[in-house]
């Protein structure tokens, strides 16, 4: 066989399983590609061996998967193109509401911050890059939940007004869809409040932008002041990262 007839086929095989959410096995992948078994087995040994796939279920016809390299990759270019997208917009934002802008993206029941930018009031509440917190105790974190983003996490209290009634939960959340921003009043620090919207096109949030600030600033009338404007501010980010985004299929909490 041709090296480049070998190239064909794994990348055939390595595309029906990056298509794949539950894997394939190696019968299932030869009748999809059309490859021979004896052949799609040299093939996933090679991608295994790379790096790129790996088989979590035992067995002679266990199911393969793209292994974490892959995810980790795309995370890479979607934060990328992120971040070029939002950072003119969060600088814009943080000087209309003088109140700090932070931009995160979803990761396993925690927010992750990837930027930020300060607003023009002398205190800022402002993270350090890379901070993680519960998903279910920030607006950020609640806003990608209410879009599908992730399951939600177990709900520990982090202060007392942390939402940890699972059906109270759910009642917020659908309060978030209805209104396209999420709301947090002292639920992750008691001192703290945020405002937050969800960064989606084509029906997948890839992160979310929130204005934060000290309690005795960001009282709940301002809160609902700022949310439309994070909410327009986050659209105009999904359309400067897809041009042919559409308002009317931008996140699915609207």
């Not at 480049?4 to 794994?10: L, Q, T």
């Not at 869809?177 to 639920?187: V, Y």
């Not at 960064?199 to 600030?213: E, K, M, P, T, Y």
Request: charged content about 25%.
């Amino acid at each position: 066989m041709s090296s480049m007839k070998s190239v064909e086929n794994a990348l055939r095989v390595f595309e029906l399983l990056a298509e794949s959410e539950r894997g394939i096995g190696v019968s299932e992948l030869s009748r999809r590609s059309g490859v021979a078994k004896s052949t799609v087995q040299r093939c996933l040994i090679t991608l295994r061996d790379a790096g790129w796939i790996e088989q979590p279920t035992n067995g002679p016809d266990g199911r393969w998967m793209t292994a974490n390299r892959l995810t980790r990759l795309l995370l890479k270019v979607s934060d990328d193109r992120l971040l070029t997208a939002a950072r003119p917009i969060m600088a814009e934002l943080a000087g209309v509401t003088g109140d700090s802008v932070h931009l995160v993206r979803l990761d396993d029941g925690e927010v992750e911050l990837l930027d930020r930018a300060a607003g023009t009031h002398p205190i800022q509440v402002l993270f350090p890059l890379g901070r993680r917190v519960p998903a279910h105790a920030g607006a950020t974190g609640k806003v990608l939940l209410a879009a599908g983003a992730g399951v939600v996490p177990k709900l520990d209290r982090l202060t007392e007004s942390t939402i940890i009634n699972p059906e109270a939960f759910e009642a917020e959340l659908d309060r978030i869809r209805q209104r396209g921003w999420a709301i947090n009043w002292g639920e992750w620090h008691p001192e703290i409040a945020a405002v937050a919207s969800a960064i989606a096109f084509g029906g997948r949030a890839v992160g979310a932008l929130s204005v934060s600030g000290p309690i005795s600033r960001l009282t709940p009338s301002r809160l609902e002041e700022i949310g439309p404007l994070v909410a327009a501010a986050a659209s105009q980010i999904a359309r400067a990262i897809d041009p042919e985004y559409s308002a009317d299929e931008a996140a699915p909490v609207h």
